[in-house]
């Protein structure tokens, strides 16, 4: 059971994933405190270690005002995105447009701030054919304090 001392506040949505590839039975995203306590019994009732769980706070939805998905192709920045769609990235997928090469470039260089965009500079170079999943805040967000989320980098 998820316990948390009395000076322990949860956020007021969080997210749960597991550190196992492709299991999918621990995900759920935006939960509130109550649903958590339930979805973390059913995960151990089913045998899942707390070991393999991943818990955040769930990011400002609302807020986002760039998602995306990047990869570097051998000659250009190729992207899907969506701009201030106000719902969760997994929604976004819906709504996202294609672009590539210096438009691809424009519209990251003009979101991201500087540590973002330099780490993003840094996935490409360091991770290539690798596609890089990210959302962007108008204000600092996680631990960095930077932007920008970078959800996954996965070579698929």
């Known amino acids: 059971m998820l316990y948390l001392a009395a000076k322990d506040r949860l956020p007021p949505l969080v997210s749960v994933r597991s550190t196992k590839v492709g299991d999918t039975l621990a995900q759920a995203y935006r939960l509130k405190p109550s ?17 393999d769980l991943l818990f955040d706070e769930s990011a400002p939805d609302k807020d986002v005002i760039l998602q995306a998905e990047i990869a570097q192709s051998s000659n250009y920045v190729d992207m899907r995105y969506a701009i201030c769609s106000g719902v969760g990235m997994r929604d976004a997928y819906l709504i996202m447009q294609h672009t590539h090469g210096a438009v691809a470039n424009w519209i990251l260089k003009e979101y991201l701030d500087s540590p973002s965009h330099d780490m993003l500079e840094w996935i490409l170079q360091n991770y290539p054919g690798y596609v890089i999943e990210l959302s962007v805040y108008p204000y600092s967000v996680g631990v960095l304090k930077w932007n920008t989320l970078f959800w996954e980098v996965r070579n698929w």
């Not at 059913?42 to 270690?49: A, H, Y």
């Open 35 to 51: 649903a958590l306590r339930d979805h973390v019994k059913k995960l151990l009732d089913r045998n899942v270690s707390m070991d």
